[in-house]
């Protein structure tokens, strides 16, 4: 019970390590709003979570007294309106955001720049790196209000290194990791913590987004054949948890790389 009492908004929790990170969340006690885009997934995971006993606000379960609760919001992170209101529903059913956990996130097809359109390139600074920023605007304020929060940023190793994915992606996720270290630092006196996780490849649906760049999947195989395995949503999810708690309370502006050993090479 690690995050008893706790309120926690998890975007793109319909799949992957989001839904992962929802689960063993409301599993430790916290009330979770899973958002995410595609409506059918929020239902899909709101219903796993209340057949294993974290009951949705003001459902019949109302959630077990050993788990939290869990409350699905549809919403898309790189529109403003979207995440304003996903805010809001939280406070309005949780009464306190204390974790925002920035997950979701879209490839980009391992483009190189000059294979780049606009239409990419806006889409996926849009969900990757706008979306955090619109969402730690909204919560940011409320944090300080209270005196506390934590904010989990899921970057990757594409946001540390220059070939794990596309420029759109890397450079998306390498401001993911600037907006983290600013954060931590601005609000260090506020009691608020800011920090990122930095996956390797991880077992989710996300793909490459579509048809992959043929010089782009070139380069980035070059480094493929060092990568020592493909990890586990849950292993993400254990990370996220111990950011998330009172454990991890002097983690503050870290990136937390969880690739099992592939950047050590
Ligand atoms: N899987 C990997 O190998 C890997 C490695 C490093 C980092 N990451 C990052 O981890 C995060 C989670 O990805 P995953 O691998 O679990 O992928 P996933 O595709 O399984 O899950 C991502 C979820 O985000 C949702 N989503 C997409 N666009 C959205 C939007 N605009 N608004 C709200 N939700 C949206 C999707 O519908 C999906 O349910 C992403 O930020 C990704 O970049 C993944």
Known sequence: MRLAGRTAIITG????????????FVAEGANVVASDVVK???????QAITAAGGGPTGGPAGGKATGGQVAGVVA????????NRMVDEALSRFGT????VNNAGIMDRMLPVDEVDDEVWERVLGVNLTGPFLTCRRVLPHMVERGKGVIINVA????LEGGRAGAAYTTSKHGLVGLTKNIAWAYLEKGIRAVAICPGAVETAIGVGGVPSQAGMARAQKGMVTMPRVGKPEEIARVALF???????????AT???DGGWTSY
């Open 13 to 24: 929790a319909g799949s992957g390590m989001g839904r992962a990170m929802a689960e063993l």
């Open 40 to 46: 059918e997934r929020v239902e899909a995971v709101v």
């Open 76 to 83: 898309d992170v790189s529109k403003v309106a979207d995440v």
């Open 97 to 100: 955001v204390d974790v925002l």
């Open 156 to 159: 990757s190793i594409g946001g």
């Open 243 to 253: 950011l998330a708690s009172d454990e991890a309370s002097y983690v503050n502006g």
């Open 256 to 258: 937390v790389t969880v």
